[in-house]
């Protein structure tokens, strides 16, 4: 299975490493945020499908029921409908930004910062399939979620298509079954 043109890119942010995605929708920026912010619509595509979110700058957010993470919470560090979304996810944090490229059309910036370079590999390969799950729940066919055995991509499969294109590696890998 070729990825490469899926991968998304291993950048710095300041002093942090961090992974970053840029995907195009053909859905009007309104949808997609709601899409992205939404607890059932999380449900679908998110690495943990029980989100619960305070809609504001320094509220609460929640993960639950992520089968490779404890519970972790974290902190909305922006909200800005219907262009920004940030938070912590324990040491990480991950920034969602979208862009209205018109009515009908809007880029999607993932950002995950890490606390270790050698989860970029890692965490770039389950966003991925993460993302290819928001990619049908964007589109109105929603799957059962990044965990589920009918995922776009599988994760180990992307897990080594980023370590071969040469992201840092090395970070503790879940048990997969």
């Given at each position: 299975m070729d990825l490469t043109p899926d991968l998304g890119s291993y950048v710095q942010v300041?002093?942090?490493?961090?992974?970053?995605?840029?995907?195009?929708?053909?859905?009007p920026i309104d949808h997609v945020w709601t899409t992205i912010t939404d607890p059932a619509e999380l449900a679908h595509w998110f690495p943990a499908p029980e989100v619960s979110i305070e809609p504001r700058a320094g509220g609460r957010i929640s993960f639950r029921g992520d089968p490779h993470t404890d519970d972790v919470p974290g902190t909305v560090l922006a909200w800005e409908p219907p262009t920004r979304l940030a938070f912590s996810w324990g040491a990480d944090e991950l920034h969602f930004t979208l862009e209205a490229l018109d009515a009908t059309t809007c880029r999607l910036v993932l950002l995950d910062v890490l606390e270790h370079r050698d989860a970029a590999a890692r965490n770039?390969?389950?966003?991925?399939?993460?993302?290819g799950e928001l990619a049908k729940a964007v589109a109105g066919n929603p799957g059962h979620g990044p965990h589920s055995d009918a995922v776009l991509?599988?994760?180990?499969?992307v897990y080594q298509a980023h370590v071969a294109a040469g992201l840092?590696?090395?970070?503790?890998?879940?048990?997969?079954?």
């Open positions: 300041g002093d942090r490493p961090a992974v970053r995605f840029e995907r195009i929708y053909p859905h770039a390969g389950g966003w991925l399939v993460c993302l991509a599988p994760w180990p499969e840092p590696y090395g970070a503790q890998i879940p048990e997969l079954t």
